[in-house]
């Protein structure tokens, strides 16, 4: 488990904790503030704020890169470390909800999938596939994964469809020679894919 704690005395409005009272919290106990793991999709933390004198809630990162942090509602933590994020939800907390607050956050376990990407057209088996955490897939690994081109696929003008970025990225369409990649050996002009792409395999034209 990863703990981040930011710690925070309550005014003479609220509660107020001790050194000996929080040092009797379990959560507390050797806790190492982390500031390297970087919170995905799927991850479970739990939530606890010190004050409130409550047991730790469990929340999940969802699809959308946020938690549903409990008086604050629905907040982006995707990309950031639980140290970050126990620090930006004190802020918030105290502008209108504490004098000061205690906020910990805990990394419970931590989702093994990346995301999911999609091939779609002439293969053999269309539909999502997962990227596994710190899985380099490429585009002609998936094309193989969804068990090899179908008998009437295109695959010399293969696309890759990538989705407009957060980070205002925009979207992107390419097309690839898989011929080239995966029968000529050239690995090099492969493409790393990235949670949400589209694998579109176009049928070829048919010669009767």
Request: a neutral charge; proline letters at 4%.
């Amino acid at each position: 488990m990863i703990i981040a704690q930011t710690s925070a005395t309550a005014n003479s409005g609220g509660s107020v904790v001790s050194n000996a009272a929080s040092a009797t919290l379990p959560i507390l106990a050797g806790y190492v503030p982390d500031d390297k793991y970087k919170l995905r999709v799927g991850d479970k933390v739990s939530f606890q704020i010190i004050e409130d004198r409550d047991a730790p809630r469990s929340l999940v990162v969802a699809d959308s890169g946020e938690l549903d942090v409990p008086y604050l509602g629905r907040v982006l933590v995707a990309d950031k470390t639980c140290k970050q994020l126990a620090d930006e939800l004190k802020a918030q907390l105290e502008k209108e909800y504490y004098y000061r607050a205690t906020v910990i956050i805990a990394l419970d376990v931590a989702n093994k999938l990346l995301g999911r990407i999609y091939v779609w057209g002439q293969v053999r088996s269309q539909g999502p596939m997962d990227i596994g955490v710190n899985e380099n897939l490429t585009v002609g690994k998936a094309i193989l994964r969804a068990g090899g081109f179908a008998d009437f696929a295109n695959k010399k003008k293969v696309k890759l469809v990538r989705a407009a970025g957060a980070d205002g990225a925009p979207r992107l369409t390419m097309e690839l020679n898989m011929v080239d990649i995966l029968e000529k050996g050239a690995a090099e002009k492969d493409i790393v894919l990235q949670p949400d792409d589209f694998i579109i395999v176009p049928s070829r034209l048919i010669s009767f």
